[in-house]
T-cell receptor, first 118, second 114 residues
């Protein structure tokens, strides 16, 4: 149980285009999902917190107009990188916080999406 | 704001040794602490979650302890194997409590020599 999927697993796009990444909790409902970013040889950094039915909360330094987050259902959150540039190339990982009956506040991570902007 | 530090940054040992990886955090008002494993180019594998009410958790050859008062956690790996080679990440809640995202340490890059 507690499986989180991401799609796509990797994507290459041209500079200036937009890319959407999906994060799904497959066997549980997640009112809260998180988006992280990992640059090469660095650790994960929290980008934003996504709550179902409300606006995402972005961490300092993360442009909300560039990284659009939508959490329209209890099992799906999407991250859209708008007008992508090479410096946006990174590994994007989502997590979902478990709900009723699950370990309190444990986060379950997706497999990640590797974005390369050319 | 939570800060997480991991020591050592890298470790290379022959197989069979028992290992201790260290993690420290600045905000002790945490609800839990998680240890993860990350293989090169891959996502995270959750190893152990310790709730704040617990002192330790065990899974197979892994044992993680938590001391909130001192802001420390350790991951103990018994009888290490080459397959244990990976980066090990410690993560604590971002702003204390447990409701927020996780702050990750920079990890310990572990190599187990056959």
């Amino acid at each position: 149980g507690a499986v989180v999927s991401q799609h796509p697993s990797w994507v290459i796009c041209k500079s200036g285009t937009s890319v959407k990444i999906e994060c799904r909790s497959l066997d549980f409902q997640a009112t809260t999902m998180f988006w992280y970013r990992q640059f090469p040889k660095q650790s994960l950094m929290l980008m934003a917190t996504s709550n179902e039915g409300s606006k995402a909360t972005y961490e300092q330094g993360v442009e909300k107009d560039k990284f659009l987050i939508n959490h329209a259902s209890l099992t799906l959150s999407t991250l859209t990188v708008t007008s992508a540039h090479p410096e946006d190339s990174s590994f994007y990982i989502c997590s979902a916080r478990g709900g009723y009956g699950m370990a309190p506040y444990e986060q379950y991570f997706g497999p990640g999406t590797r974005l390369t902007v050319t | 704001k939570q800060e997480v530090t991991q020591i050592p940054a890298a470790l290379s040992v022959p197989e069979g040794e028992n290992l201790v990886l260290n993690c420290s955090f600045t905000d002790s008002a945490i609800y839990n602490l998680q240890w993860f494993r990350q293989d090169p180019g891959k996502g995270l594998t959750s190893l152990l979650l310790i709730q704040s009410s617990q002192r330790e958790q065990t899974s197979g050859r892994l044992n993680a302890s938590l001391d909130k008062s001192s802001g420390r956690s350790t991951l103990y790996i018994a009888a290490s194997q080459p397959g244990d080679s990976a980066t090990y990440l410690c993560a604590a809640p971002y702003s204390g409590g447990g409701a927020d995202g996780l702050t990750f340490g920079k990890g310990t890059h572990l190599i187990i020599q056959p």
